[in-house]
């Protein structure tokens, strides 16, 4: 049994004790010294931030600081006999996870590894085995992105936080990621998965824990990972954000354009540094170079532009830095998080609706989080727009004609279904 599962256990043990009113103490563990081998691995997952049809992060952690990490892979499964596997890449990230004066009552201290992928074939399956000393994972494996002008999907998805303070309140989060790898399972085309933010109530470490425990139930049964691609939230401020989701060089602030495919192109914004200055200029210059190349730009980015609960007002910043240069490079989709509810707003331009040229909306964050009571009254929520309070996650399928968005809530019915056509 993996040490992970200790913490976890303790973390349930803390909880009964406090809700049965008594002072118990949870049980002393002896925790990781400095230098120990490691003896398990865990956390294993896939990130995808510049270039998926050639580059991917593999991350995870151990308990104990060990000192030879390294992930084996191929082209072929090998079922875990690493004296199999064509190639071997070391880690470019390793270090102790921080942590806070409060996590320590509930996790016990970890390691993170992080190994970059680079110059990998387009739309293929790669199998993985995590190794930390002689610790070895099952084999896995994922598939780069294809480089060719093909039909794909993606889920997206925000607010995996969970509800109130106590670190393991998660049984929302964990359905809604059961949802998700059923979807992974049954969509043909589905290659990533675009996180809007607000993963954890704080991005410390007795929360992003069991984050990364919930986020493994999206591996498929037959061991393929889901690629994340990562929007930062307000709640995501800390450095185990960073810890998390790392990636060599990624000097920008956690904004970047990720080509999904030749043809289709998402933009990650971070609402959680200035919006203005070099961001915009980024977004603009970013646009401007690509816009002519693409069929379908989408943005995600944490602070909705047209709010569902939360105030119009609130969402100026992004309707004054980044919804024009939207407007004029055409992005079909923006796709928000934050307020923790169902949305897709009438196509909108120039703040007004606009059925010709319009960009669509939607949102606004249903992976865990309390859900809110959204404004119906909003101009841009009317009909063909539609808002709900319902925890929810989205397919969107970028074809050759039209992207096909379509929510599924968490027992798998369709909360909401929409298409965009293709623009000359
Ligand atoms: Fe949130
Ligand atoms: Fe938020």
Not at 6 to 26: D, E, K, N, R, Y
Not at 214 to 235: S, Y
Not at 361 to 370: E, H, R, S, T, V
């Amino acid at each position: 049994m993996r040490k992970r599962s200790l913490a976890f256990m303790v973390g349930h043990m803390a909880v009964a004790t406090i809700a049965g009113g008594a002072l118990l103490a949870a049980p002393a563990l002896a925790p990781a010294q400095d230098g120990e081998a490691a003896t398990s691995t865990f956390h294993h997952r896939a990130l995808w931030i510049e270039n998926p049809s050639s580059e991917t992060v593999l991350s995870w952690t151990t308990s104990e600081e060990g000192s030879n990490h390294r992930v084996y892979w191929d082209t072929e499964a090998r079922n875990g006999d690493i004296t199999q596997y064509a190639n071997e890449t070391a880690t470019f990230s390793d270090g102790k996870v921080t942590m806070k004066d409060d996590d320590w009552e509930w996790v016990e201290p970890a390691y993170y590894h992080h190994v970059h992928l680079d110059g990998l074939e387009a739309d293929t399956n790669y199998y993985v085995v995590f190794a930390s000393d002689d610790a070895v994972s099952d084999e896995f494996h994922f598939r780069t992105a294809p480089d060719e002008d093909v039909e794909v999907s993606i889920l997206f998805g925000g607010d995996s936080r969970i509800r109130g303070m106590e670190p393991y309140n998660h049984t929302e989060r964990q359905q809604m990621n059961l949802r998700i790898r059923h979807l992974f399972e049954n969509y043909e085309n589905i290659i990533a998965f675009a996180h809007g933010g607000d993963y954890c109530m704080l991005a410390d470490w007795r929360y992003m824990e069991p984050w990364l425990t919930d986020h493994e139930m999206t591996t498929t049964r037959d061991g393929r990972l889901l690629p994340v691609i990562p929007a930062r939230g307000n709640h995501d401020r800390g450095i185990g954000f960073e810890e998390a989701f790392a990636w060599p060089e990624l000097d920008r602030n956690y904004y970047f354009e990720t080509k999904l495919t030749p043809a289709v192109s998402l933009i990650t914004l971070n609402t959680e540094t200035e919006l203005g200055g070099e961001q915009r200029d980024w977004l603009a210059g970013t646009l401007a170079a690509i816009a002519p190349e693409r069929r379908w730009l989408a943005a995600q980015y944490h602070r909705p532009a047209f709010p569902s609960v939360r105030s119009a007002a609130d969402g100026i910043p992004r309707r004054t830095h980044w919804v024009p240069l939207f407007e004029e490079y055409g992005v079909a989709l923006g796709m928000e998080s934050h307020d923790h509810s169902l949305k897709r707003t009438v196509p909108i331009r120039s703040y007004a609706p606009d059925f010709e040229r319009g960009v669509v909306y939607i949102g606004d964050g249903g992976l865990g989080a309390p859900l809110r009571n959204p404004d119906p009254d909003r101009w841009w929520l009317q009909e063909p727009g539609m808002v709900g309070s319902v925890y929810h996650v989205h397919v969107l399928t970028f074809g050759e004609e039209e992207l096909h968005g379509r929510a599924y809530g968490m027992g798998g019915d369709v909360v909401d279904d929409f298409t965009i056509e293709a623009r000359e």
